[in-house]
T-cell receptor, first 118, second 113 residues
Framework: GAVVSQHPSRVICKSGTSVKIECRSL??????MFWYRQFPKKSLMLMAT?????????EQGVEKDKFLINHASLTLSTLTVTSAHPEDSSFYIC??????????????FGSGTRLTVV | QKEVEQDPGPLSVPEGAIVSLNCTYS??????FMWYRQYSRKGPELLMY????GNKEDGRFTAQVDKSSKYISLFIRDSQPSDSATYLC?????????????FGKGTLLTVNP
């Protein structure tokens, strides 16, 4: 089945630094990838839709200058948290679906990245 | 009113019990309905998907959609300790690969041996 690889799985960084999270579709191509944020005991909150070769579409309330998204190829999207602060600490998850597949294939999720800003 | 409402639980049942998980929604444009299972500190994995109203069965899992009531359910028969996880309902307006999913909060399920 489709596999989405997300790295790193866990990262601790100092306040004020930037952190890059990678999301790769290993065995399929995806023109669209999604980035979510999940707080403890809360649902997945969609942050942005990453589009290959074009700008990402951000959800209302998400700072695009803080959460930089780059979808450089059909298999790679990156999320960079710039000038991270403790309130950015969270679980970040990406998802994608193979181009041309129907809804019944669902969306494949990465394993998530636990970001802790100290 | 949130687009998708899901009782967060927690729900604790003995092994072998039948589990019923539910979501309600307000957006009548939703056509595609999914259930995901998420283990602690992992990404969600797709369990079931349904288009429009109706039932779908896969092994011990049954998904039901009642669009007239804007209500979806997931039933787990003969529950096992390995079913212990958070279950998230999700839905979308379109089945296209560029359409976003709207998730419920998730229900934390514990199946006790």
């Amino acid at each position: 089945g489709a596999v989405v690889s997300q790295h790193p799985s866990r990262v601790i960084c100092k306040s004020g630094t930037s952190v890059k999270i990678e999301c790769r579709s290993l065995d399929f191509q995806a023109t669209t990838m999604f980035w979510y944020r999940q707080f403890p005991k809360k649902s997945l909150m969609l942050m942005a839709t990453s589009n290959e070769g074009s700008k990402a579409t951000y959800e209302q309330g998400v700072e695009k200058d803080k959460f930089l998204i780059n979808h450089a190829s059909l298999t790679l999207s990156t999320l960079t948290v710039t000038s991270a602060h403790p309130e950015d600490s969270s679980f970040y998850i990406c998802s994608a679906r193979e181009m041309g597949t129907g809804y019944n294939y669902g969306y494949t999720f990465g394993s998530g990245t636990r970001l802790t800003v100290v | 009113q949130k687009e998708v409402e899901q009782d967060p639980g927690p729900l604790s049942v003995p092994e072998g019990a039948i589990v019923s998980l539910n979501c309600t929604y307000s957006n009548s444009a939703f056509q595609y309905f999914m259930w995901y299972r998420q283990y602690s500190r992992k990404g969600p994995e797709l369990l079931m998907y349904t288009y429009s109203s109706g039932n779908k069965e896969d092994g011990r899992f049954t998904a039901q959609v009642d669009k007239s009531s804007k209500y979806i359910s997931l039933f787990i028969r003969d529950s096992q300790p390995s079913d212990s996880a958070t279950y998230l309902c999700a839905m979308s307006v379109s089945g296209g690969s560029n359409y976003k999913l709207t998730f419920g909060k998730g229900t934390l399920l514990t199946v006790n041996p």
